[in-house]
């Protein structure tokens, strides 16, 4: 029986139980997932298939969306990160140049079941440029795995780029890099308002008017706060904090206040002494104070691409809701990045991203078993061994 069917017919998908993470989040047990011309025709209960379809009888399968990893560094295939040491800010700079389709890395990504990546520029500079949005499908070329060469902004506002202070001679400190950001922000704001062109601007125009979102790299409860109050209060964007690590937690209800996005990891634990006395889960901190569209990252390779689902499984270990940590592999990253309209989730309409795993996603003995993008086959753990 072939797994992909042609042009113009369908496979449907029948399931021990389909996780769709959709705003009700339903769960049917039993149930049933079609695929037609790329996209998803039902989700839900058992149907009668119609004739000439691809029935897929995987009665023993758990059904979820494909995951979405809006922090990585994998798409060059390994071969270093995208940084101008230049200049402090690159509004200009692009990382789809560096995009290698199915690259090893990325291949292994598919086969752990996260199929779209945010690629983006390293964290030496203050904004490091515009991350390439893409699919993790194993063949083809760059225009049939890339969704957005443009998909969104980096700024690292915290940590790394202060560290080349002394050596660099930047001088960045909390202050500067504060002052540098509002300076090209406002260029950009002023660039649009009166009316001239600055290719250098373009996309940071959109950025400061709510047309693309942008991801934040700060650390700590003090920049949390700082990076929280330029995007989201100073400046009006589609903002979302990446990393929010070590005691960024603390910060955790004025984020929440603020309706500001969290885009957690690589590092999901405290481990530094706190006044309550313990080493503190510091994904489950950010979701209980309320923090909207929760999410996760590994920042890979930091964390290796195919251990994404582990930074669910974990975070629902020290302390969170392992259902809201499946969202936070899913829709919760889809939304805060406003990818919901096509990924994130298992709804007709939407993208036919789809991943059938052996048993609970979030246990660490489940494997993946076949992954679907944009209704092609991708992987089949049957065929594994000639994949890699």
Known sequence: MTLSAPVGEGIAIRCAKVLTMNAEDAVHAPGMVWIEDGALTHVGELREVPEGWTLREEDEMWAMPGM??????????????????????????????????????????????????????????????????????????????????????????????????????????????????????????????????????????????RELPVLIHTAGSEGVVNTARMWSRKYDTQCVISHGSFDGWKAASAIAEWGVPVNHGPRTMDYFSSRNGRMNGTGAEYDA?????????????????????????????????PYRMLRALTIHPAESFGLAERVGSLEVGKDADVVLYDGDPLDTRTRVMRVWIDGDLQFDREESQAFF
């Open 68 to 209: 979405v990893d809006l922090h990585t560094h994998i798409h060059s295939g390994g071969f270093g990160d995208t940084n101008d040491m230049v200049h402090s800010v690159n509004p200009e700079l692009r990382a789809h140049p560096a995009l290698r389709p199915a690259n090893r890395l990325v291949k292994l990504a598919c086969a752990s079941g996260v199929t779209c990546l945010l690629g983006i520029p390293g964290s030496g500079t203050n904004m490091s440029g515009f991350g390439v949005l893409y699919k993790t499908k194993t063949s083809g070329s760059f225009e049939e795995v890339v969704w957005k060469r443009v998909g969104g902004l980096k700024v690292a506002q915290d940590s790394n780029p202060a560290r080349r202070a002394g050596t660099e001679g930047w001088g960045n400190c909390r202050a500067s890099m504060g002052w540098t950001l509002e300076d090209v922000a406002g260029k950009a704001l002023g660039s649009r308002r009166e009316g001239r062109r600055d290719p250098a601007l373009e996309s940071l125009e959109k950025v400061m008017h």
């Open 289 to 321: 104070a309320g923090v909207p569209l929760f999410s996760l990252n590994t920042d890979s390779s930091v964390i290796p691409q195919e251990e994404f689902f582990l930074q669910g499984a974990m975070t629902a270990r020290l302390g969170g809701d």
